[in-house]
């Protein structure tokens, strides 16, 4: 069994940047890079190889996490004679606990960025790394792994199990990865504790509000305790106030666990917690503000 | 923005799939669907009832007589494949959402596949047990009122266990066959759908 893994080991940002299917390759440069620090200035001939190795570490250290990254990533579809380019060419990175929105018209593309992130979705060209390992390099397997443990999606339309309780949606996942049952539902309990329905674990959708069930969906999203969170609209169903309760909860499960989240919305309010806002339009990127940036642009956008 | 590299390299697991689990997804999905899940069952105890009967009353003399009650029982298994497939397939159409949900949180393809397989498994093996024993009602019913107490010489009930054996293979194969398109297409669902759209 352990033979089968595969061990992805994370490469230093000339590598990842050397896009394509280069994700293997690097693989096999691994143990030579190992042995050889890239030697990232060759003029300095005369620097000892000690030095150089040092020189090599502390790059190592001083680089972020890029939890999610894609390098010119297009999407086509085709409509009859029509091509579609929902996305054309997107290149983002997402540090390791960012809260990222990413914004932008009806048809611009975020849902088809969001399945291609969360390997749902095969992109026509680009690449995609979770956690620095190249998606398109999986089996189907391994994608499966990587959607129960690395992801957690949130959808706009809830999407729990109709048929199952509050307790048995969010046990799922951790079933999925071979969590002993027990373990599961002790687990399943703290975190629907968590997000406020402790005293609502055996109901069924039918029984809860719209708002209860996004809970639901959000203590399933975390329980396998993932490195990203992708949330699509999750507040679009809901009303002003249960929206932004719903993601004041995300933000604060970012916060407690480190969880890198992306979040699709529409609605202007919910940005002052975000770090960076990605603003997309007509499948492209057309901005990407920063934490000090997004107060402004929301300040200029409540004066329009 | 510096932060310290936590895992210097991490794995990419494997998912195993865990039988007990595929057990317990047929049982509820067919807990569900109550109804339905009966109407099914019903249709493979007519069908292995009817078998049961052929295979325990006396055997006819005459050979067209004979050939016209194979006919019927092989019309009557087919009918009622083509109703398991039916009852599966609109079993997994009705679920497409939540398929998909549940490939979003690991599902495997072999998940999805042998919880459809062992949903309709359920219902051959509970169809057909049933189907004997109605079989073997009406066919000692019939013996005592044509023959009266001396039916024992006329009815068949020689070799039960292989009889037996027979119907309830039959009926397993028949529902097997029935799920297999369906489950075939449930576990090809993509991921992808329960992300967009709407209800
Ligand atoms: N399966 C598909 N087949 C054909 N075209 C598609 C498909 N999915 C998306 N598109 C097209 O791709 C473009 C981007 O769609 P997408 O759903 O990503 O937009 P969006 O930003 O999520 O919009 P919204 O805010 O309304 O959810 C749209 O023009 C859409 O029509
Ligand atoms: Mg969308």
Known sequence: MSSKKKKHKR???????AHAPAAKINQALQPEKAKN????????????????????????????????????????????EETVHALDDVSVTIDRGEYISIMGPSGSGKTTLFNIVGALLKPNEGNVF???????????????????????????????????????????????????????????????????????ILHTPKELSGGQQQRVAIARAFANRPAIILADEPTANLD????????HLMK??????????????HDHKMLDISDR?????????????????????????REK | MIRKTSQAEWEIGEL????????????????????????????????????????????????????????????CLLVCAAGVMNTMLMSVAQRYREIGTMKCLGALDSFVLFSVIAESAIIGAVGSIAGII?????????????????????????????????????????????????????????PMDAMRGEK
């Open chain 1, 240 to 247: 002003l106030h249960t929206g932004e309760e719903i993601i």
């Open chain 1, 130 to 200: 979770i956690d620095e390992v190249d998606v398109a390099q999986l089996d189907a397997n391994e994608l499966a792994w990587l959607r129960c443990r690395k992801i957690g999606y949130i959808f706009q339309s809830y999407n729990i199990v109709k048929v199952f309780t509050a307790l048995e949606n969010v046990t799922l996942p951790m079933l999925f990865a071979g969590v002993p049952p027990d373990e599961a539902q002790d687990r399943a309990i703290n975190i629907l504790e968590r997000v406020g329905l402790g005293d609502r």
């Open chain 2, 134 to 190: 109605l079989g073997l009602l009406i066919t000692t019913l019939i013996g005592a009122a044509e023959y009266g107490s001396g039916m024992f010489s006329y009815l068949r009930f020689d070799g039960m266990t292989v009889k037996i054996l027979i119907v309830i293979c039959v009926g397993m194969s028949l529902t097997a066959m029935g799920a297999s398109i369906p489950a075939w297409i449930a576990s090809k669902m993509p």
């Open chain 1, 37 to 80: 620090p890239p030697a990232r200035q060759p003029a300095a001939g005369n620097r000892s190889a000690a030095a150089a190795r040092i020189d090599w570490f502390s790059n190592l250290n001083q680089e972020t996490e890029h939890t999610v990254m894609t390098r010119n990533v297009s999407k086509i579809y085709h409509l009859g």
């Open chain 2, 16 to 75: 195993a799939l865990k039988p007990g689990l595929v057990l317990s997804m047929a049982f509820s999905s067919l807990k569900i669907r109550l109804t339905r899940t009966f109407l099914t069952v019903l249709t493979i105890t007519t069908a292995s009832g009817f078998m049961m009967y052929l295979l325990t009353m006396p055997r006819s003399d005459d050979p067209v007589d004979r050939d016209g009650w194979l006919l019927m029982l092989g019309l």
């Open chain 1, 11 to 17: 490469h230093g940002k000339q590598q990842t940047r």
């Open chain 1, 252 to 265: 604060e499960m970012n916060r407690e666990q480190g969880v890198t989240v992306i979040c699709a919305t």
């Open chain 1, 277 to 301: 806002i990605i603003w997309m339009e007509d499948g492209r990127v057309k901005k990407i503000a920063n934490r000090d940036e997004v107060k402004i642009d929301i300040a200029e956008m």
